[in-house]
């Protein structure tokens, strides 16, 4: 008996240290051309997203990242173990195209070449950190739908 008490104290004195772990389904709808990446990233603050949005080329060290090769105009992908300590997050993605590793703006106006999206499709752009997060507890599943500025990019010469 005195055994079993002490394994249920240390796992209840545990508990807050215990790495539980969420999962989000992610459908992207609306993708053109059906050729090369998705770069899909899970943000967990203000800080992070803003860091994201304001870098030329939308692609920082991501805590949680997957790039994924585009098949379909709808592509559905998972991220699974995601840390359970922070429940807020935000996704932000974009359709490389022509597979160069970053998102393709205008040389002038800086206007995004190639889709982009975020999670809860903000209407704003930029977005804020506020407009597109979500909670997650278990598995969540979300749908965007991909936005393009300009016509895209149909040279895949860079993709495998």
Known sequence: ML????????????????????????????????????RITL???KVQFKQYVSKSDADPKPKLGKIIKVTDNIMKLKFENIPFQNKVWAIAYYHDANCNGELDKSFFWKIPEEG?????????????????????EGTKNIEMNITYLSDTPTNPEFCN
Request: no cysteine.
């Open 43 to 45: 943000i967990e603050n």
């Open 116 to 136: 982009f999206g975020f999670s809860r499709d903000p209407s704003g752009l930029p977005p804020e950190f506020e407009d597109t997060k979500f909670e997650i």
């Open 3 to 38: 055994k079993k008490g002490f394994f249920v104290f240390f796992l209840t004195a545990l508990a807050p240290f215990i790495s539980l772990a969420e999962s989000i389904n992610i459908t992207i709808r609306g993708i053109q051309p059906t050729i090369g990446e998705l």
